[in-house]
């Protein structure tokens, strides 16, 4: 089983940049999809971004789309967010998870592992 541990998270400025990062741990990350969610304050889990296992495909949600960045590294067994122009509804938990494929990440079936989640705050 894959273990996730996501970091970078902080208290940021409105239109601010901010790049979380989750490290995988237990089994290489080779062969899975990974992607990205965050979670505000009474409300649902949000998908955000998915990568495929080779990094060749993306695919993000309309709310973050050409501002947030998915990429990742299999040497390392990491998984990036590159979040630019951040906004004060950005603000949650945010977690990462790997899956099997990418319509494992973005859909609700299917199995996922999870990280613990990093808080950002974005002030305005």
């Known amino acids: 089983q894959v273990h996730l541990v996501e970091s970078g998270g902080g208290l940021v400025q409105a239109g601010d940049p901010l790049t979380l990062s989750c490290v995988a741990s237990?089994?290489?990350?080779?062969?899975?999809?990974l992607g990205w969610f965050r979670q505000a304050p009474g409300k649902e889990r949000e998908f955000l971004a998915a990568?495929?296992?080779?990094?060749?495909?993306?695919y993000y949600a309309d709310s973050v789309k050409g501002r947030f960045t998915i990429s990742r590294d299999n040497a390392k067994n990491m998984v990036y967010l590159q979040m630019d122009s951040l906004k004060p509804e950005d603000t949650g938990v945010y977690f990462c998870?790997?899956?099997?494929?990418?319509?494992?990440?973005?859909?609700?079936?299917?199995?996922?592992?999870w990280g613990q989640g990093t808080q950002v705050t974005v002030s305005s």
């Open positions: 998870v790997s899956g099997i494929t990418l319509a494992a990440i973005v859909g609700s079936s299917g199995s996922k592992s």
């Open positions: 990568i495929n296992w080779s990094g060749t495909n993306t």
């Open positions: 237990g089994e290489s990350i080779n062969r899975y999809a």
